[in-house]
């Protein structure tokens, strides 16, 4: 079956530091989605990245997607409180359906 | 605009009980879909629908049952609850890939 397994599982940094985490699929991925959760919420819909090597920005997160279309990566320039949260990447897989990775739980320090 | 609606958001039963979780959604998304949430392990798919009338199993159907009798509606039923079934279930609904969760469900089984 598809598996998308995503790194670290957590991360502490400082308030201002950069964050990063990858994702990374067995199988070449349509597409890929990344998600939000804040703590005791639901994932909410960040960006969806559909075509091999893209790169997309939003602000002070930036998202890319592999040439191979099988990793991902979520990049946060200068942390904010704000940022905190667990942030996951999901492949979309036959009938539609979202195959998500385990997750990165962020947390920044002030 | 309400989005997903999942009731209730907290439910304690007993090992063996039977229960319904609801979910319903009015952004007219022809795709719905439950997950379960665990730590550690990220979002898992338990059953999908692309329509009304028609259901299909995901990554971890064992011990529930769907239905979708309109394009509106999309509940969960567990048969027989067990321990292991104790996690934060999510509705979605998807519209061009991109999905819409509900609230969450904590579901406690002793």
């Known amino acids: 079956g598809q598996q998308v397994m995503q790194i670290p599982q957590y991360q502490h940094v400082q308030e201002g530091e950069d964050f990063t985490t990858y994702c990374n699929s067995s199988?070449?991925?349509?597409?890929i989605q990344w998600y939000k959760q804040r703590p005791g919420g639901h994932p909410v819909f960040l960006i969806q990245l559909v075509k091999s090597g893209e790169v997309k920005k939003q602000k002070r997160l930036t998202f890319q997607f592999g040439e191979a279309k099988k990793n991902s990566s979520l990049h946060i320039t200068a942390t904010q409180t704000t940022d905190v949260g667990t942030y996951f990447c999901?492949?979309?897989?036959?009938?539609?359906?979202?195959?998500f990775g385990t997750g990165t739980r962020l947390t920044v320090i002030p | 605009n309400a989005g997903v609606t999942q009731t209730p958001k907290f439910q304690v039963l007993k090992t063996g009980q039977s229960m319904t979780l609801q979910c319903a959604q009015d952004m007219n998304h022809e795709y719905m879909s439950w997950y379960r949430q665990d730590p550690g392990m990220g979002l898992r798919l338990i059953h999908y629908s692309v329509g009304a009338g028609i259901t299909d199993q995901g990554e971890v159907p064992n011990g529930y049952n769907v239905s979708r009798s309109t394009t509106e509606d999309f509940p969960l039923r567990l048969l027989s609850a067990a321990p292991s079934q104790t996690s934060v279930y999510f509705c979605?609904?998807?519209?061009?890939?991109?999905?819409?969760f509900g609230q969450g469900t904590r579901l406690t089984v002793v």
């Open positions: 199988t070449t991925l349509s597409n």
């Open positions: 999901a492949g979309q897989g036959g009938a539609n359906n979202l195959f």
């Open positions: 979605a609904s998807s519209r061009q890939g991109k999905a819409f």
